[in-house]
């Protein structure tokens, strides 16, 4: 079993769709993980868990589950961590290679039509950031030196 994981890895990681949205999904995988090894190390059933969090056992079911449907909010995951004796810690961590926006002002010149690509390609990543394409025109037209006029509305 383990080797037929292994070569279906390593075929579908052949593409770079596939590694692209595995990549995209580590994090996650990470967080449930260090759940699941708390959870495991204080030798807790969900329906324990659920009685010392003052929740159903469904509750911490769908908590514990990698579907990605339920986001619980920092309060419950720091109860969560509580009734296993943990303290939740959350951090950023700078991801190198990625540049801030001053860094890109201060950075040589972008190609108009590269960023306007780029920044298009950002509108499905989270569902909240939303950029529409009349605001990436203006944008275009700034970068190329063109007056706000004369930019093209939708």
């Known amino acids: 079993m383990r080797n037929t994981l292994k070569a279906f890895k390593t075929r579908a990681f052949a593409h770079p769709d596939v ?5 995209g999904l580590r994090e996650e995988f990470e967080i449930l993980d260090e759940i699941l090894k708390a959870r495991a190390e204080a030798g807790v059933t969900q329906a324990e868990l659920a009685a010392r969090m003052g929740t159903t056992q469904s509750a911490v ?5 990698a579907r990605g ?3 619980p909010s920092i309060e419950t995951l720091k109860r969560y961590a509580s009734a296993l004796g943990y303290r939740l ?14 860094e890109m002002t201060r950075s040589a010149p972008v190609d108009a039509s590269t960023l306007l690509v780029r920044a298009r390609a950002l509108r499905g990543i989270p569902k909240r950031v939303r950029v529409t394409d009349r605001l990436l025109n203006s944008l275009k037209g700034r970068l190329k030196g063109m007056p706000k006029a004369n930019v093209r509305e939708k």
């Open 19 to 23: 590694r692209r949205k595995y990549e």
């Open 61 to 65: 079911a769908r908590l514990e589950t």
């Open 69 to 71: 449907k339920h986001s």
């Open 89 to 102: 810690q959350v951090r950023l961590v700078k991801e190198e290679g990625l540049t801030t926006v001053g």
